[in-house]
């Protein structure tokens, strides 16, 4: 799924919370974040909301689909990448000894269990999209019952007999309701239709077709599903068919009557939409102007740093730390270092995609000198660019060339695929190149980087835009607005309960 994310919002909450962190103000208090239901070791500053932005139109105003709540670890001290990029701002333990530059680290993989899925778009109507079946009739839930979708199964189970009406709608898309009326397309239509019950009427009105405009093609559940797999791993294991006994949810017998069977991707679908609106920890910038409005500088650089998104330095920190040395997890109460995925947002533009990220490899890492940076940056430039003198960052005093990989778990699975075991799933990871150099002091301190093209091909990828703007961290599934249940806020289903779906996904993972 791509998402647009406002820039403002971004680095101004970063950067400010950043400061507030480094330099903290006498009997300065903050908010520290709690669960219930995802108990972390960590302890984290509340730091503000980061929302989607999906688009804007005259008739309906500003979109949204989906926020993160940001967290911000508690850790002090200093570093020397700006507030906006701190690596210990994507995890506490990304700091000292593993800010220093180590060429014998040239690869890793995370230790959690990662299985490729579907991003649930809501041009399909989301987690209503009934994904198995040729039946998209929602008023007839007898005919194929087995093959309704998630969220009308949970409807089944949790909300048995409150069926609700939507009424018809008439629905643009985006640029249509940039024109006046009388220039637009056709409507797209949907008929009235009774629904098996609030999260049903609520997925549809807000994450599918009866929202009020017709979505676009990138829009759906990849944030949602990117954070349940960083932070839960484990997928299901088989199909159950499943009854309530009073609160709980219990395995049917094998003739037993009266029970909704939830395959594996049903419950995949309900834990993308659980983590749609999440709380997490953020590194990295957004830029919200258009690429062929944005002003870059004579080395080919953005000149607002809103829209140098993601310091390289920060991505090698992640990678290195995090993939290849291992840290604390955020998520839950384990204490054991393990190598731990994060999300990364892939591409440079004004869209996003959002994929944990698996594993990484260096395929070069040397040390050249300040000249030989120079010419590296200015590869690609302009016209006036000074390509003998670095003169970005004063307190480097060398330098290193890095050619690197990283991978991403695929949420592109449909069809037959999704009626397989995740962990069966033979889907192949996506790569993607990154070329920079890393600034360091004479004790080999990594202070900070750039964005390069790939210097050994004439046509290379040019690092300077294919990179990521930012990477995150999910730390629980709760966002703002929501209870310890993950019930109630505005983004994600707020009829859909933590531990109802977490109970599903348990009884999946049993053995019969």
């Not at 008023?139 to 979708?149: A, C, F, K, L």
């Not at 991505?315 to 190598?339: F, I, N």
Request: proline residues 6%; aromatic residues 8%.
């Amino acid at each position: 799924m791509k998402t647009w994310m406002r820039a403002s919002v971004v680095s101004s909450v970063l950067l400010v919370q950043g400061c507030a962190e480094l330099d903290p103000a006498p009997g300065e208090s903050v908010a520290v974040a709690a669960s219930s239901l995802n108990v972390s070791a960590f302890r984290f500053m509340e730091g503000g909301e980061l929302p989607y932005v999906l688009g804007f139109s005259p008739e309906t105003g500003q979109i949204l689909g989906g926020a993160h709540q940001l967290l911000i670890p508690r850790t002090g001290g200093r570093e020397a990448l700006d507030g906006a990029n701190l690596p210990s701002h994507l995890h506490p333990e990304l700091r000292g000894s593993l800010l220093q530059l180590n060429s014998t680290l040239r690869e890793g993989e995370a230790q959690s269990t990662a299985f490729a899925s579907n991003w649930w778009p809501q041009r399909q109507n989301g987690i209503a999209d009934r994904w198995n079946s040729t039946n998209k009739n929602y008023s007839d839930r007898i005919s194929d019952p087995d093959n309704i979708s998630p969220v009308e199964k949970y409807d089944v189970l949790f909300h048995s007999g409150q069926m609700e009406t939507l009424g018809a709608i008439a629905s643009w898309s985006m640029d249509d309701l940039r024109r006046p009326p009388y220039l637009r397309n056709p409507p797209y239509i949907q008929p009235t239709v009774v629904v098996a019950g609030p999260a049903t009427r609520w997925e549809l009105q807000h994450h599918g077709l009866y929202q009020g405009v017709y979505p676009e093609y990138w829009w759906g559940h990849c944030n949602g599903w990117s954070a349940y797999v960083a932070a839960e791993g484990a997928g299901p294991r088989r199909d159950v068919r499943v009854k309530l006994s009073g609160t709980t949810v219990t395995e049917c017998a094998a003739a037993e009557t009266g029970c909704v069977l939830f395959r594996m991707a049903d419950i995949e679908a309900l834990m993308s939409e659980l983590y749609f609106s999440d709380s997490v920890t953020f590194s990295g910038r957004r830029c919200e102007t258009r690429a062929d409005r944005t002003m870059r500088d004579v080395y080919g650089r953005p000149v607002d740093p809103a829209c140098r998104d993601l310091n390289p330095a920060t991505m090698h920190v992640a990678m290195t730390g995090l993939l290849g040395v291992g840290a604390k997890p955020l998520h839950g109460d384990s204490t054991q270092r393990q190598k731990l995925m994060f999300v990364v947002d892939h591409t440079w533009d004004v869209e996003v995609w959002s994929f944990p990220v698996k594993q990484f490899s260096i395929d070069v890492i040397e040390e050249v000198d300040v000249r030989q940076a120079a010419r590296l940056l200015c590869g690609g430039a302009y016209a006036g660019a000074d390509c003998y003198n670095y003169r970005f960052n004063p307190g480097a005093t060398r330098f290193v060339r890095v050619a690197a990989r990283f991978w991403m778990i695929s949420d592109s699975v449909t069809g037959e695929t999704l009626l397989t075991p995740p962990e069966q799933r033979t889907v192949p990871l996506s790569v993607s190149e990154l070329h920079y150099v890393l600034e360091l002091d004479e004790n080999l301190t990594i202070l900070g980087g750039e964005w390069i093209k790939n210097p050994s091909i004439v046509n290379g990828v040019n690092g300077k835009e294919l990179h990521p703007d930012y990477l995150w961290i999910p730390v629980r599934a709760q966002g703002t607005g929501e209870d310890a249940d993950d019930l109630g806020g505005a983004e994600d289903n707020p009829y859909i309960s933590y531990a109802k779906v977490k109970a599903l996904l348990t009884l999946s993972r049993r053995d019969d």
